[in-house]
């Protein structure tokens, strides 16, 4: 009896060993996540740029085009208002020259809002430029730092776990069943303490006939309200 509570607090004591490493392997691989997340986002918001980018330069070819054309329209009206005598004529033709310098004018506007609108792309493009480079070097530096560390881990991991199989197997299997049962419901934690007639995983006074029993350490015991695996600790 007493083997088999020992085989099961070698088996807990390996448990939180094993949670221990994963949690600090996790915090490693995390750090590179985060980097490797931010360079993913940059690209993504660097690609949609690129993209604006060359659908508003079409579009400021095609406006550019429209206001050569308007200006040399101008000047074929003003050379021939110079050889038109008619009085209504000439006021007809100075409203058409009129009109379409003021829609060039609009056309001009529109195009300095385009070039502008071009101008801040380009420097967000160079920002995004310098900084998924930067990101890209400090991901580098971090995976080759963390390598050894990660290595380190993960074989840490494996041994544990090869000794956790030897030790499972040295365990009857509904015991075995219940205590991973156990472990996984209550935060890695199925065997504890009973102290003071306590149970020390969830703090219940424990009835005193199975805090005796508990004592004599002739059964596993399960506490009622957490139902943790107990042995006594005086
Ligand atoms: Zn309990």
Do not use: W
């Not at 008619?86 to 001009?108: F, G, I, W």
């Not at 040295?170 to 009973?194: C, D, K, M, N, T």
């Amino acid at each position: 009896m007493r083997e088999k509570l020992e085989r099961l607090m070698r088996l807990q004591a390996l448990d939180l060993e094993l949670s221990e490493i994963r949690r600090t392997l996790s915090s490693v691989t995390s750090e590179l996540q985060e980097l490797e997340t931010q360079i993913g986002e940059s690209q993504t918001e660097l690609e949609g740029l690129e993209l604006e980018d060359k659908e508003a330069s079409a579009t400021r070819r095609e406006l550019e085009q429209t206001l050569a054309e308007g200006e040399t329209q101008i000047r074929l009206k003003r050379m021939r208002l110079t050889s038109v005598r008619n009085e209504r004529e000439l006021q007809a033709l100075e409203h058409e020259v009129e009109a379409l310098k003021q829609s060039n004018q609009q056309l001009e506007t529109e195009l300095l809002a385009r070039i502008e609108g071009a101008e801040q792309r380009a420097r967000r493009v160079s920002e995004l430029k310098t900084l998924i480079e930067q990101k890209q070097s400090q991901l580098q530096a971090a995976q080759k730092s963390s390598a050894d560390r990660v290595e380190e881990l993960k074989t840490a991991l494996a041994k544990r776990h090869a000794e956790r199989e030897q030790l499972l197997a040295q365990i009857e299997p509904h015991l075995r069943q219940r205590y991973e049962l156990i472990l996984e419901r209550r935060g890695g934690l199925a065997l504890v303490a009973a102290r003071a007639a306590a149970c020390l995983g969830c703090r219940m006074r424990l009835p005193p006939q199975l805090y005796n029993e508990i004592q004599r350490g002739k059964s596993i015991k399960f506490c009622p309200n957490c139902q943790r695996i107990l042995y006594f600790e005086g």
